[in-house]
Nanobody, 127 residues
């Protein structure tokens, strides 16, 4: 079965950085669209960033534009989320996702149209 394993979460101060990683297994599984979502207590899960693994085209939510970046290592079947200039409102559990919905040759950030989820990694930003 498909497994997504995240790592890299932690606690940082406002303005700090973290890099999240997500490895897909088994290695023979390839997803066209992978991405990151986040969920804070009492809120709905929201999309953060997605990447079309075939060409590297990225989709970023407005909340992360200019601060976050998604990338991949195709050979390692791994995606990354670089989080910079973190704010307290970025505090959430971040989830890796695979098989996101594709629309117009771009990956979408619709949480209800994701087929696979990781277990989540906590990111806490404090002042």
């Amino acid at each position: 079965r498909v497994q997504l394993v995240e790592s890299g979460g932690g606690s940082v101060q406002t303005g700090g950085s973290l890099r999240l990683s997500c490895v897909v297994s088994p290695s023979t599984v390839r997803s066209n669209c992978m991405g990151w979502f986040r969920q804070a207590p009492g809120t709905e899960r929201e999309g953060v960033a997605a990447i079309y693994t075939g060409g590297g085209d990225a989709t970023l939510a407005d909340s992360g534009k200019g601060r976050f970046a998604i990338s991949q290592d195709y050979a390692k079947n791994t995606i990354y989320l670089q989080l910079n200039s973190l704010k307290s409102e970025d505090t959430a559990t971040y989830y890796c996702a695979a098989e996101l919905w594709v629309s117009g040759n771009r990956c979408t950030l619709e949480a209800k149209r994701v087929d696979y989820w990781g277990q989540g990694t906590q990111v806490t930003v404090s002042s």
